[in-house]
């Protein structure tokens, strides 16, 4: 799945006896700042629900990925609450993995933005309550971007992109022009690769299932996106995920990022950004594909 199509990072309860019976719910989740933000909140629900207790497992997006997926396919019943994304849920529901979230008139289902209620149902049944919806953009230092006499467009293409990233380069300075997702996972530089591809004209399979991950737009996007690392991104990149170039882009030192819109409510509040005030947006780059 890719970034650019609407993501959902949703609350799904695994198909287990315990969950209805335990004292104890166990709650499997990615360890990024809004998950934490729920975190938080257990003490409300534990005051509401005296009979129950809620223990929380927070892990690394792959980590979590790779452990809920495996947990759930072998009933191993070790979760009982999980975040996943629209991915997961209406194949897992279609397979009875899942409860169905059902609700009355205190959560107004349809309240729910279409795109995300329909992708999180089977059916017409909901199996997972959306904790936030997310597409992709690209996020810059608007300060450096005028420095260099380059006027972002709304609508970006990747040729703009790095050539905007040349000119702002700085490494002397601790700054450098892009910040990419390079760390290898699903849930980490797949997800922005993904997307990436999809630009350039790529796709996963043709519509024979022919895999295409040695057509020319595959090499083309790759090729790209290594180079633009290679000599625009900061030192480390292969290591780097959503909450490490948080970090660093909260610390002055990214140009350019390019990942989930959720990232902009972090970047622009004054309490953990020293550059709040210098982000611009605009929409993801594109290549070739809209």
């Not at 690394?60 to 759930?72: C, G, M, S, Y």
């Not at 892009?178 to 004209?201: E, Y």
């Not at 796709?203 to 625009?232: C, E, G, H, R």
């Not at 990149?237 to 610390?251: D, M, P, T, V, Y």
Request: glycine share 8%.
């Amino acid at each position: 799945m890719s970034l650019k199509t609407r993501l959902a990072l949703a609350i799904g309860l695994a198909c287990t006896s315990s969950v209805f019976a335990a004292t104890e719910l166990v709650i499997a989740t990615v360890n990024n700042g809004h998950m934490i933000e729920m975190q938080k909140q257990s003490k409300n629900f534990e005051q509401a629900n005296p009979d129950i207790k809620l223990k929380w497992v927070t892990l690394e997006e792959a980590v979590l990925r790779q452990r809920v997926t495996t947990d759930i396919a072998t009933k191993g019943g070790q979760f009982d609450v999980m975040t996943i994304g629209m991915y997961e849920t209406p194949i897992w529901g279609k397979k009875g993995w899942l409860n169905e979230i059902k609700t009355d008139a205190a959560y107004d289902v349809d309240d729910l933005l279409p795109a995300m209620r329909n992708g999180l149902s089977v059916e017409g049944k909901l199996f997972a309550a959306p904790f936030y919806g997310e597409s992709s953009m690209l996020m810059y230092r608007k300060d450096l971007a005028d420095k260099a006499g380059v006027q972002v467009p709304e609508r970006p293409t990747w040729d703009q992109i790095k050539d905007l990233a040349a000119k702002i380069n700085n490494p002397k300075e601790g700054v450098y022009g892009i910040c990419l997702r390079g760390k290898p996972g699903w849930g980490d530089n797949m997800a922005f690769l993904s997307t990436l591809v999809n630009t350039f004209g790529g796709q996963w399979f043709d519509m024979s299932w022919k895999p295409q991950l040695d057509s020319k737009p595959w090499n083309d996007a790759i090729t790209f996106y290594v180079d633009l690392l290679k000599n625009y991104g900061p030192p480390g990149s292969a290591g780097n995920s959503f909450n490490e170039i948080l970090s660093l882009f909260n610390a002055g030192k990214c140009g350019m990022w390019i990942d989930a819109t959720i990232a902009a409510s972090f970047i622009s509040d004054p309490k953990q950004s020293k550059v709040f005030d210098k982000v611009a947006f605009a929409q993801a780059p594109t290549k070739v594909t809209p």
